[in-house]
């Protein structure tokens, strides 16, 4: 059975920092592509970060310079490094692993960017 958990989520200020965290089990988690996408109230979901199997990454250009994307093949764990947390943020932030056709999606985890 294939699982994907994201943690990490919760409430912070203005400028402030989290990281998240996806962990799957079920898959060969090195072979996939993994993505972070949020979807804040009232908007469509939006891809945030990606890191391909072979560790490129890429991250919207909302995010730049602020997020960082990153894997531990030994942990099936894909993280998001947070910095200088906006008020726009908010959102919740979901985890995709992708291999090929095949995609399974994560429950998401609260982002609350309120001071």
């Known amino acids: 059975q294939v699982q994907v958990v994201e943690s990490g989520g919760g409430l912070v200020q203005p400028g402030g920092s989290l990281r998240l965290s996806c962990t799957t089990s079920g898959i060969t988690f090195s072979f996939y592509n993994m993505d972070w996408y949020r979807q804040a109230p009232g908007k469509l979901r939006e891809l945030v970060c990606g890191?391909?199997?072979?560790?490129?990454?890429n991250c919207a250009n909302s995010v730049k310079g602020r997020f960082t994307i990153s894997r531990d093949n030994a942990k099936n764990t894909v993280y998001l490094q947070m910095n200088s947390l906006k008020a726009e943020d908010t959102a919740v932030y979901s985890c995709n692993a992708v291999f090929g056709m095949v995609q399974y999606w994560g429950k998401g985890t609260l982002v609350t960017v309120s001071s």
């Open positions: 890191i391909r199997s072979g560790g490129s990454t």
